[in-house]
């Protein structure tokens, strides 16, 4: 098909890429990273949308839409933040909350785990395994479903762990497993 008979807007309305889960896993996510993504929902529900709807009413009124930037940007951006409004119910939809809390004290990794690993170069690293949507690498949080994760699940303080690298095998020891204590 001719890109001429096509609208401009199908290539902005497409959904955002979901980030990869297993077949049939869940979509784990930590009661903070849930209140975060819920705020975030209800902020551009209750405060952003209705300020860039008033913008948008404004604009049109003026007449002429078509070198309109207010009106034409205000759509844009109204676009966008439909567009995240629907990622983000998608996600609180299907989200599991888990407590890493009532792990507290112990030494076997599972999901929410603050654990510090040696490699087998003698490099250290303190990761944080979180939900898929809460992850941040600049921060050292890792997604539960990385491999990294992945090798550290289930093992404990003391452990070594193989992880399969792009450049072969990789020898981890788990040095310290952590949680956040109860509230």
């Given at each position: 098909?001719?890109?001429?008979?096509?609208?401009?807007?199908?290539?902005?309305?497409?959904?955002?890429?979901?980030?990869?889960?297993?077949?049939?896993?869940?979509?784990?996510?930590?009661?903070?990273?849930?209140?975060?993504?819920?705020?975030?929902?209800?902020?551009?529900?209750?405060?952003?949308?209705p300020k860039v709807v008033e913008v948008v009413h404004w604009a049109a009124s003026n007449g002429d839409r078509s070198e309109n930037g207010d009106y034409l940007y205000g759509k844009k951006r109204l676009r966008e933040i439909d567009r995240r409004i629907r990622f983000l119910t998608k996600r609180l939809e299907i989200a599991e909350v888990v407590d890493p809390?009532?792990?507290?004290?112990?030494?076997?990794?599972?999901?929410?785990?603050?654990?510090?690993?040696?490699?087998?170069?003698?490099?250290?690293?303190?990761?944080?395994?979180?939900?898929?949507?809460?992850?941040?690498?600049?921060?050292?949080?890792?997604?539960?479903?990385?491999?990294?994760?992945?090798?550290?699940?289930?093992?404990?303080?003391?452990?070594?762990?193989?992880?399969?690298?792009?450049?072969?095998?990789?020898?981890?020891?788990?040095?310290?497993?952590?949680?956040?204590?109860?509230?």
């Open positions: 098909m001719s890109k001429a008979f096509t609208k401009e807007s199908d290539a902005e309305d497409d959904e955002p890429a979901l980030p990869a889960m297993p077949a049939g896993g869940k979509n784990y996510i930590t009661p903070a990273g849930y209140a975060r993504l819920r705020t975030e929902l209800l902020s551009l529900i209750d405060e952003e949308r809390s009532v792990h507290a004290g112990s030494e076997q990794v599972f999901f929410g785990a603050t654990v510090t690993y040696i490699d087998d170069e003698d490099v250290e690293r303190t990761v944080t395994i979180l939900g898929v949507d809460e992850t941040d690498n600049a921060q050292l949080q890792i997604s539960w479903v990385s491999p990294v994760a992945r090798a550290l699940l289930k093992a404990r303080q003391g452990d070594e762990v193989a992880l399969q690298t792009p450049a072969g095998m990789r020898s981890l020891e788990i040095l310290s497993v952590s949680y956040p204590e109860p509230k």
